[in-house]
């Protein structure tokens, strides 16, 4: 899906004159203009969702192509439309203004790594000026997790389990979780679809807030998350026997890589087998995924 993704703005072009001629007053002008616009999207068939995140106000957006969608702009201007869909990389919404029956179209198409979002309206001199703010595709820091992921690979994992105390029949179980993971990022805070054999959860966490989770297996853990460029470390204590884990989480290229590691002591541990890793393929946006958490 093309449109899939986090996206912000990068730059714009003819805003400030476009907004003027949709009536809007000097001072709200100014602040659009540094709006700091940012779209999540996941495209589902003909279903959209889309989050918008800028300086006015965060909201979260579905529309079905080709069916009636009501659309408030951020400056209180209603709309009325639809959004149609032209090849897999162009959107053309086309909504009437509630208030004077003006035509306002606008066109989203991505172009490589960017989103090229334009606007077009109606003036009552007949002419269509029109703005076009250009969105980067976000991989860096803050959005690099934000996709559907897949494990592909274990490292070391079975034994980890041992250690962990998990029985035999769960540590076989475990080897062919085939465990999945969606992740959508909102500035701090995460949601996470987690897929696996043994059970589909959501999961939500903001980072540095304290947060309680429990495996699969049942052991409940508190701690926090953090972030750090693009790699997301989690210090847990379990709830049982106070000791801590710890699990990271780094993307590098189209890999999720977490390693899980725990404070056993080393000599009962092993120096092999002191942590663990699952390594993750980035996929499409699918219906039935996951937590970065998943033993």
Known sequence: MAFDGSWKVDRN??????????????VK??????????????????????????????????????VNFSYTLADGTELN?????????????KFTRVD???ELVVVREVSGDELI?????TTDKGGSPSVETRLEAHTAEAMAFDGSWK?????????????????????????????????????NKFIIKESCR??????????????DYTLADGTELKGTWSLEGNKLTAKFTRVDNGKELIDICEVSGDELIQTLKTTLPVLSLGAACSEVQKVFSKGQLDSANTTLMGT
């Open 198 to 211: 043994f059970r589909n959860i959501d999961v939500v966490f903001e980072l540095g807030v304290n947060f």
């Open 151 to 187: 494990v592909y690979r274990n490292e070391n994992y079975e034994m980890f389990m041992e250690k962990m105390g998990i029985n035999v029949v769960k540590r076989k179980l475990a080897m062919h979780d085939n465990l999945k993971l969606t992740i959508r990022q909102e500035g």
């Open 100 to 102: 004077n029956g003006k």
């Open 13 to 26: 072009e003819n805003y400030e004159t476009f907004m003027e001629k949709m009536g809007i007053n000097v």
């Open 81 to 93: 439309g639809i959004w149609s869909l032209e090849g897999n990389n162009r959107l053309i919404g």
């Open 29 to 66: 002008r100014k602040l659009a203009s540094h709006d700091n616009l940012k779209l999540t999207i996941q495209q589902e068939g003909n279903k959209f969702t889309v989050n918008e995140s800028s300086t006015f106000r965060t909201i979260n957006i579905v529309f079905e192509l080709g």
């Open 117 to 121: 979002q334009e606007f077009k309206v």
